[in-house]
């Protein structure tokens, strides 16, 4: 489907995963547990995104606001990171799914760091679905370190930052979906929502599946793009 733009005209949606710990408490169980369906929430999502024919699906996994959770969260969070791409790693090699990283991640522990080097390599010539998470990610943080890399190059204006934003080479951002109730971008993909689609769910992020891509999805097809034109 690259390339190709499927029925519902997007290319390329990002999503803010927020509910988990709601998720969990609704049912007193530990935010870890919360955490655990989310990651099942994000394998149903990115499968779906690769039926419903997107080139991109971009996810917040973790932000550099999220250090300041309890260690015992950031450690679970890592640890079902890491455990997300050893065991779903051959499902992206064979689905020609391309992995992508977003943000800081290179100053995660070594260990999570040579994990996901491996797994970049491994799925770097598939030309199907990309799957971008971004770890250790802030956006302001994004566009300064751009903004730097660009004027090192001599020249600093719209199309030079972008080009040295982590997103570049993926298409342009259409849609941006937030779970749980909140209306805010909590520093997440500023620049590159610049025109994206914006839709706010109530539904908490372990309860979001395919279904709720597709209305998303559907949503999104009714809207007029107009681009700041008339
Ligand atoms: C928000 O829930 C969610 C996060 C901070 C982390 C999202 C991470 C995952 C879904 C798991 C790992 C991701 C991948 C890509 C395998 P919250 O804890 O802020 O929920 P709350 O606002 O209800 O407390």
Redesign the pocket.
Known sequence: MTGERAKHGARHVAI??????????KRRLP?AI???R??E???SVARAARTMGLDALT?????TE?WS?PED?VSA?MG??KH??QSDLEEFVRDNVRLKMIGEWRALAPDLVALIDNALERTAANTGCTLA?A?NYGSQDEIARAAAKAAAKGEVSVQTIEAELDTAGLPPLDLLIRT?G?VRLSNFLLWQAAYAEMIFTDV???DFGPDNLAEALAEFAQRERRYGGR
């Open positions: 803010i995963m927020d509910g988990n710990g709601r998720w969990a408490k935010r919360g955490h655990q989310g990651v929430a994000v394998r996810l917040y996994a973790f932000s999220n959770r969260e969070l079902l990171l997300f791409i998470v770890l749980s909140e908490l992020w372990p």
